[in-house]
């Protein structure tokens, strides 16, 4: 296995070969920084915050939460959505048995 320096260095030397660096030459991305990518994107397109927890790793979700939490404001949003909609009142189709027309009077054409 690589030591993390070792990986470090040939990530770099990747970035620099590919064109991905800054005016200064130096590489935009870090191993790290994909780390980051992978959670936010997770996220942000609605893996629960439990799982992407479990493939980072991380020992506790308070972990992940603190770090990536803010990434999903949107989730506090559909769950209102849905326990407003379970809430909400079911309308009641009662049948009258009233007739259509008032008697007396023709419909009107």
Same mark, same amino acid.
């Given at each position: 296995?690589? #030591?993390?320096?070792?990986?470090?260095? +040939?990530?770099?030397? &990747?970035?620099? =070969? *590919?064109? %991905?660096?800054?005016?200064?030459? /130096?590489?935009?991305? #870090?191993?790290?920084?994909?780390?980051?990518?992978?959670?936010? #994107? &997770?996220?942000?397109?609605?893996?629960?915050?439990?799982?992407?927890?479990?493939? %980072?790793? +991380?020992?506790?979700? /308070?972990?992940?939460?603190?770090?990536?939490?803010? %990434?999903?404001?949107? =989730?506090?949003?559909?769950?209102?959505?849905?326990?407003?909609? &379970?809430?909400?009142?079911?309308?009641?189709?009662?049948?009258?048995? =009233?007739?259509?027309?008032?008697?007396?009077?023709?419909?009107? *054409?």
């Amino acid at each position: 296995m690589p #030591t993390a320096t070792t990986y470090g260095y +040939h990530f770099k030397k &990747a970035c620099r =070969a *590919a064109g %991905l660096v800054d005016v200064s030459g /130096k590489p935009k991305y #870090t191993p790290h920084s994909l780390r980051h990518f992978f959670a936010s #994107t &997770a996220l942000a397109n609605g893996i629960p915050i439990h799982e992407v927890s479990r493939w %980072l790793g +991380h020992k506790s979700i /308070k972990t992940t939460v603190d770090i990536y939490g803010h %990434l999903v404001p949107g =989730a506090w949003h559909r769950c209102r959505e849905v326990m407003q909609s &379970a809430m909400r009142p079911v309308p009641v189709d009662v049948p009258s048995e =009233a007739p259509q027309t008032p008697e007396g009077y023709d419909e009107v *054409a």
